[in-house]
C-alpha cells in the first residue's frame, strides 16, 4: 500500500505566478488534510477536504489560494498570483475515518518564491 | 498563549540516556498526536492517544486527560531518534490537528 504521495516535492515560482501542489492520499483514504509549515515555524492548518466536498476551510487565507479534492484524482491546493510569503513546505495528510484517526502524512511539496 | 505548549524546546542527550518530552494543551480534544519530523523533513505518526499509555519499541507516550498533559518517552534513545517531536491535538470534535512548536531532539554519541 503505497503512502500519501505528494507532486512535485520541490517547486519554484516566481511572484505573480500560479503554484499547484497535488496530493494523492493513501489507498482507501478519502479524508485529505493540507498543513504549511513556514519557515522555522510550526505547522499550521490550511484546510479539510473530504471526496468532492469542503469540510472545514477555516486555515485558508481569505484570497488567492482555493483547494479541491474531485471524485476522480488527485487533492489539489492552488495558489494564484504567489507572493514570497508564501515560500514554505507544504504537507498533506490522509486518514481513513473522520475523528478521531491517525493521520498519514505526504513528504511534503516546498514551495520557493523568487 | 498557545493552545499547544511542548517542552523543552531543545534537547541534548547522550546514546542510551532516557529522554522526556512534555506536552500540555489548554483546550478539550478528542485525540492527541505525536508526530516525528526527520531532519530532511518527512513527517512520520508516531502515537495517537485518547486516554492512558501506548508503547511501541523503545517510544512509549502517555496522556492525562485530566490535567491536559502528555508525554513522550524515549528510552535507550540512539542518534537515529534525532528529530524533531512535534505534538497534535485534534480541538474538540474536529478533525483538523492544532501543533506544539516542536521538540528538536539530538542524540549524541
Known amino acids: 500500500n503505497a503512502g500519501v504521495m505528494q507532486n512535485p516535492r520541490h517547486l519554484v515560482r516566481r511572484r505573480g505566478q500560479e503554484a499547484r501542489l497535488r496530493c494523492s492520499p493513501m489507498?482507501?483514504?478519502?479524508?485529505v488534510y493540507w498543513y504549511r509549515q513556514l519557515p522555522e515555524e510550526g505547522l499550521k492548518f490550511m484546510v479539510y477536504?473530504?471526496?468532492?466536498?469542503?469540510?472545514?476551510e477555516s486555515g485558508m487565507p481569505k484570497e488567492r489560494f482555493s483547494a479541491e479534492f474531485p471524485k476522480e484524482g488527485p487533492s489539489i491546493l492552488r495558489i494564484q498570483q504567489v507572493v514570497r510569503g508564501d515560500s514554505a513546505a507544504y504537507f498533506c495528510?490522509?486518514?481513513?475515518?473522520?475523528?478521531?484517526?491517525?493521520?498519514?502524512f505526504g513528504p511534503g511539496t516546498r514551495l520557493t518564491v523568487l | 498563549k498557545n493552545e499547544v505548549e511542548q517542552s523543552p524546546q531543545n534537547l541534548t542527550a547522550q546514546e542510551g540516556e532516557f529522554i522526556t518530552i512534555n506536552c500540555s494543551y489548554s483546550?478539550?480534544?478528542?485525540?492527541l498526536h505525536w508526530l516525528q519530523q526527520h531532519p530532511g523533513g518527512g513527517i512520520v505518526s508516531l502515537f495517537m492517544?485518547?486516554?492512558g499509555k501506548k508503547k511501541h519499541g523503545r517510544l512509549i507516550a502517555t496522556i492525562n486527560i485530566q490535567e491536559k498533559h502528555s508525554s513522550l518517552h524515549i528510552t535507550a534513545s540512539h542518534p537515529r531518534d534525532s528529530a524533531v517531536y512535534i505534538c497534535?491535538?485534534?480541538?474538540?470534535?474536529?478533525?483538523?490537528?492544532?501543533f506544539g512548536t516542536g521538540t528538536r531532539l539530538q542524540v549524541t554519541l
Open positions: 495528510a490522509s486518514s481513513p475515518n473522520r475523528v478521531p484517526d491517525t493521520q498519514y
Open positions: 489507498k482507501g483514504h478519502s479524508h
Open positions: 477536504l473530504q471526496k468532492e466536498n469542503i469540510i472545514d
Open positions: 483546550v478539550g480534544i478528542s485525540a
Open positions: 492517544l485518547s486516554s
Open positions: 497534535a491535538v485534534a480541538p474538540g470534535t474536529a478533525s483538523k490537528l492544532t
